[in-house]
C-alpha cells in the first residue's frame, strides 16, 4: 500500500488575484506560505501543511471553471471561527450560499456552510466541535 501524508495543495484560476487573497485571508485566516511569481500567491492554513495556489488566470473565462470538482472544504475550531467564516464571506467578495447543520456518528451537531468565493468556487466551512 502506498502511505500518503494527505493533500499537499490545490491550485485554482482566479480572475483578480489581489482580490482572492483578501477573500481567502479574510474568511480562512489563511498566511502567505512563501513568495512566488507576481502571478501567483501561495497561502497556507497557520499550523497545518496544506496549500492553496491562487494563481492569475490568463484566460478569466477559465477562472470559477470546477472541472468537475463540486467543492472543497475548510474545517475551522470551534464555532465563534464559523460564524466569523460565514460573515466575512459576503464581506470579502464572497456569499453564503446555503447553510445547515448534520448529524453523524461523530458528531450529533456539525454545523457547515457552502460559501462562493469571488470567482464562484465553492468552499465549504463547517465545524465538527459545536461549542468549543
Not at 485571508?25 to 502567505?32: E, H, I, N, S, T
Not at 466575512?88 to 456518528?105: L, S, Y
Amino acid at each position: 500500500m502506498i502511505r500518503s501524508h494527505g493533500l499537499s495543495h490545490i491550485q485554482i484560476a482566479v480572475r483578480d488575484l489581489e482580490r482572492s487573497v483578501r477573500f481567502y485571508k479574510a474568511v480562512f485566516g489563511l498566511r502567505d506560505k512563501f513568495v512566488g511569481s507576481g502571478s501567483a500567491a501561495f497561502l497556507t492554513t497557520p499550523g497545518a501543511h496544506d496549500i492553496i495556489t491562487l494563481n492569475q488566470a490568463g484566460d478569466p473565462e477559465r477562472a470559477g471553471q470546477s472541472g468537475g470538482i463540486a467543492h472543497f472544504g475548510f474545517h475551522v475550531d470551534g464555532m465563534a471561527d464559523f460564524e466569523a467564516a460565514v460573515a466575512r464571506a459576503g464581506e470579502a467578495g464572497g456569499k453564503v450560499i446555503r447553510r445547515g447543520i448534520r448529524r453523524t456518528d461523530e458528531c450529533p451537531e456539525e454545523p457547515w456552510a457552502f460559501l462562493a468565493d469571488p470567482d464562484g468556487y465553492i468552499v465549504e466551512v463547517y465545524c465538527p466541535t459545536p461549542g468549543s
